[in-house]
């Protein structure tokens, strides 16, 4: 008996595959959002693409989840405004008011890539 007791403890263990599944989805629930406010994107309007951003990552109350930090130049110009989504690193140009709202209803939100705002960065 005390045997199939203990035998019974062990397998209530988590497993390894979900410690796994349980630290990804620690992960995926931080973002750090980096907004490229060089001259170029200045020009596109990232400063107005940067409010919106402010403005709707508050309106969803996503304080503690998400990190957003200002950068001089992403090295994307032409493409802007723009910016890269950690910890995916992924990359988002031609932003603007709709793209913003769904960016971060869909990536932020549901984890889901907003493929029409991908952008594949130039080195």
């Known amino acids: 008996m005390a045997l199939k007791g203990a035998w019974d403890a062990i397998e209530a263990q988590p497993k390894a595959a979900d410690n796994v599944d349980i630290f990804w989805r620690c992960v995926s629930s931080y973002f750090h959002l980096f907004v490229c406010t060089g001259p170029t994107c200045s020009q596109e309007g990232a400063e107005e693409t940067l409010h919106l951003l402010q ?38 140009a031609h932003l603007d008011e709709a793209g913003i709202e769904q960016i971060v209803r869909e990536h932020l939100g549901e984890g889901k890539i907003v493929a029409r705002l991908l952008h594949d960065p130039v080195d």
Do not use: A, F, S
């Open 55 to 92: 403005k709707n990552l508050k309106d969803k109350k996503t304080q503690g989840r998400v990190r957003v930090t200002l950068c001089r130049c992403l090295g994307q110009c032409g493409n802007g405004p723009n910016m890269v989504i950690y910890p995916e690193g992924t990359w988002y």
